[in-house]
């Protein structure tokens, strides 16, 4: 069995008798050419399209392949797929190929801080940063982000408008943890991938993007300021940009922060509060 998963075939291997040898045939023992053939016939007598893989060496050239099309479309094909081993680092067909140890190995180690070696940074007096303005599901969300030296995102506040929402004790701790990663050193897109596709039962719409909670839109916040440099260093007041995402002139459809539970028409954020105006359910 070793022998068979490091060569990925029976026929170089001599204890097989020549009748097993031609009964276990691998897709790596037949050519290429013979793949088309086994597919044309096949296509011959099916009125619709016929898959199989092709598979190729790791040594198949350019040229191989260019014959492969060739021969698939001259043999009545419908559509042919090819595959060149090892081209991808994981695939379906492996080869336990055993690779030369260098004389003079070294191993690579990754490494792990201790337990307790890694402290935030300290705050300074004074931090700039950007506001967005998110609509959620339970209102208007107000997330800053306020950048170190090197405009790197340094520190995270949250503050839900007048329409309540998520308990505050809620926003500060994530704005809190998020603030002490950031100071940590700790990789944003970790950060933003733990935060995002939160789900909570008022999901909101936000310029064609479905926000699922408030913590999905601090997520979606941060990652937009990564990619935003063209705000970074633009300020207005010490630690404190509106940037209004959403406009004043909103159409009616951007009034949609999620689906009744009632009769599964939209509800609608409205005089402070979040109506249906098909059933008349509130959330007030």
Known sequence: ME?????????????????VKKVFVTAHDISPEWHIKMQAVFQKYTDNAVSKTVNFSHSATQEDVYNSYILAYESGCK???????????????????????PENKTLSVAVVP????????????????????VA?????????INQDEEGKPFEVFTQMGKAGGCAASQLEAIGR?????????L?????????????????SWEKGQRIFSCADAISRVIEKRLHDESTA?????????????LTSKRQSVSNIVGVCPDCGGALRHEEGCIKCQACGFSKC
């Open 114 to 133: 201790e337990l307790g070696t890694i402290e935030p940074r300290p705050r300074p007096e004074v931090t700039n940063g950007t506001t967005t303005k």
């Open 177 to 185: 943890l998020a603030s002490l990663a950031f100071r940590s050193g």
């Open 136 to 144: 959620t599901g339970c209102g208007n969300l107000y997330v800053t």
């Open 233 to 245: 260093g633009v300020i207005s007041a010490p630690g404190l940009i509106e940037d209004e995402i």
């Open 3 to 19: 022998k068979i998963a490091e060569s990925g075939s029976i026929h170089n291997i001599d204890e097989i008798p020549e009748s």
């Open 187 to 203: 990789e944003i897109k970790a950060i933003v991938d733990q935060l995002r596709n939160i789900r909570c039962p008022s999901p």
């Open 79 to 101: 559509g042919v797929t090819i595959y060149r081993d090892g081209s991808r680092q994981e695939q379906v067909l492996n080869i336990a190929c055993k690779e030369p140890e």
